[in-house]
Antibody
Framework: EVQLLESGGGLVQPGGSLRLSCEAS????????MSWVRQAPGKGLEWVSG????????YYADSVRGRFTISRDDSKNTLYLQMNSLRAEDTAIYYC?????????????WGQGTLVTVSS | DIVMTQSPLSLPVTPGEPASISCRSS???????????LNWYVQKPGQSPQLLIY???NRASGVPDRFTGSGSGTDFALKISRVEAEDVGVYYC?????????FGGGTKVEIE
């Protein structure tokens, strides 16, 4: 059974940093692209960033490029999102999502999400 | 960026009756490999999104056959043949032709 478990969310001040993690199980993690998708309170879905399996190419939404960094440790089956220079508009639930072997692709599994709140 | 536009915003439905959601993209989602990169998700209340349809018309594993995806180019539809109470939630289309991946604004399906 595929499972994605996010952690690392919390309350942070504007300008601060946070690192999210997503621990994966139930599939051969290194073979699949992974993404982060966020959802602001009461709003729709926004793709944030994606990374190929094996730590290859990375992709970002314009809204986070230069502030967020996606990475993965295939030996630990874990996906990361380093978020710097956080802004109020980054407040959202952040979901980890499993793609196919390529990017871009649809997401066949999603985690339960971790809430990030940026506020003073 | 490819803009995804859904309609309606809200869809009151009656159990047992059909329902349809429309999604339009700002450019064709047909790839040169002949696949069409349009996907549908549903987010039920209090839950994470889950995949319903991928590549325009393929039902994801475990999705009931009352859900059907159709369309081509820039115009797509998700149809529910007979709505059940468990189908309430917000439905999103998403294009996976190119980055940035983009979603429609969502259609809230609720029981009348």
């Amino acid at each position: 059974e595929v499972q994605l478990l996010e952690s690392g969310g919390g309350l942070v001040q504007p300008g601060g940093s946070l690192r999210l993690s997503c621990e994966a199980s139930g599939f051969t993690f290194m073979n699949y692209a992974m993404s982060w998708v966020r959802q602001a309170p009461g709003k729709g879905l926004e793709w944030v960033s994606g990374i190929y399996g094996g730590g290859g190419s990375t992709y970002y939404a314009d809204s986070v490029r230069g502030r967020f960094t996606i990475s993965r440790d295939d030996s630990k089956n874990t996906l990361y999102l380093q978020m710097n220079s956080l802004r109020a508009e980054d407040t959202a639930i952040y979901y980890c999502a499993k793609g196919e072997q390529w990017l871009p692709s649809h997401f066949d599994y999603w985690g339960q999400g971790t809430l990030v709140t940026v506020s003073s | 960026d490819i803009v995804m536009t859904q309609s309606p915003l809200s869809l009151p439905v009656t159990p047992g009756e059909p329902a349809s959601i429309s999604c339009r993209s700002s450019q064709s989602l047909l790839h040169s490999n002949k696949y069409t990169y349009l996907n549908w998700y549903v987010q039920k209340p209090g839950q994470s999104p889950q995949l319903l349809i991928y590549l325009a018309s393929n039902r994801a594993s475990g999705v009931p056959d009352r859900f059907t995806g159709s369309g081509s180019g820039t115009d797509f539809a998700l149809k529910i043949s007979r709505v059940e109470a468990e189908d309430v939630g917000v439905y999103y289309c998403m294009q996976s032709l190119q980055t940035p991946l983009t979603f429609g604004g969502g259609t809230k399906v609720e029981i009348e």
